[in-house]
């Protein structure tokens, strides 16, 4: 076969291009599809907020909180990612999905009895395992500033 510029065409040299666009695409494919190495990772966070009111002044994000049945609103006024890549409270709440997230908590039951017993419009600080692909949250420690929330 003779090609438009008088030389003749090889086979190789005629299918060498499809094959490159099929390679490309599922390069691409895979880039956009595969989930980046850290995805499903767990990060250590440390999260500041108002516990058991909405839309605290300064807040920057609402979450929910759900420990066994019960749900606890905490207005987040800073949160960052202690491991892995750094992250803002935007940053990982915008992980957790659409909406004001609830996030499945557990804990020590000494810890977990610092969130159900600190009274609502308590500032604290919450330091835990977050799972972001799967909105759970392991508390390693609650804060509660003075004798709040103490039994």
């Known amino acids: 076969m003779i090609d438009h510029r008088g030389r003749s065409a090889s086979p190789t040299r005629r299918t060498s291009r499809p094959r490159a666009g099929r390679y490309l695409a599922v390069l691409l494919f ?18 500041d907020g108002v516990l058991g009111e909405t839309k605290a002044a ?28 750094p992250a803002s409270a935007p940053e990982i709440v915008s992980a957790l999905g659409p909406g004001p997230p609830p996030i499945r908590v557990e804990g020590r039951d000494d810890v977990t ?18 799972d972001t692909a799967n909105a759970f949250l392991t508390l390693m420690e609650v804060g509660v500033p003075g004798s709040a929330g103490a039994k």
């Open 30 to 47: 895979a880039v956009c599809v595969w989930p980046p190495a850290h995805a499903d990772a767990f990060d250590l966070v440390r999260i």
């Open 58 to 85: 300064g807040s920057v994000a609402q979450l929910t909180l759900a420990l066994g049945t019960r749900s606890i609103p905490l207005s987040v006024s800073s949160a960052q990612r202690i491991s892995g890549p």
């Open 113 to 130: 009895k610092k969130l159900t017993d600190t009274p609502p419009g308590t500032r604290v600080t919450i330091t835990g395992n977050l």
